[in-house]
């Protein structure tokens, strides 16, 4: 699994409903960042969407760049068709589980599915068609939103340990998901300009495989 998929079932931001509306039910926020009106609410989260010349540009910008996964719902009293997921609920489960329990679940299925794929190693120092499998293994749960997109979109952020330096570094999963029903994995992918290397295999291991491929 790879992120190959990145742009399937993506859903723009819409608004659901405002202070004030009927059936509005105020969101979890911080009151000191969530000081924007309604129409500059809209605007933040749609900005994207104003910034470029077709939803196809808009939805690459959108996902390339986290903005889906890192979402400040702390900023917005207005309510969206992305959702925070909480992580002790259990909304999406049966008791005595909880969300974070489907969430680890997932993740851990979603990581599965990347290490056992072929992927292209980073470089320095094999060269960039140098192929490998990769042997991440997870760590924890970090946060998550959601959508609707028949049945639920998550966007799972969390954590893995990198085998080659034994350091904790951030993943991101996006998978579609109903319960008692089916579970989609659209991709899994180490975040995006986060600022560390990945490797996934252990260095002696990632040394083996590269010079190997190399000779052949």
Known sequence: MSDSGWNRWLEAPCLFWRPGDYNYQTPKHDPKKAIYTPEQEQERIKEEVDNSENMFDYLYIYVKHNIDFDID??????????????????????????????????SKEALDGRNATYVRAPPPPPPTSTLIKTDFEFASVVKANFHYSAGFMFLITFEVRDPYDGLIKPFQARVRHLKHTFTEHVFCRPKPNAGVEYYGTAKTDFEKDTKKQRLE
Not at 78 to 100: I, K, S
């Open 73 to 106: 719902f702390d900023s917005f009293r207005c309510v969206f068709n992305y959702h925070r997921a909480y992580l002790d609920a259990n909304e999406f489960v049966d008791e005595p589980d909880t969300t974070g329990d489907l969430l680890v679940r997932l």
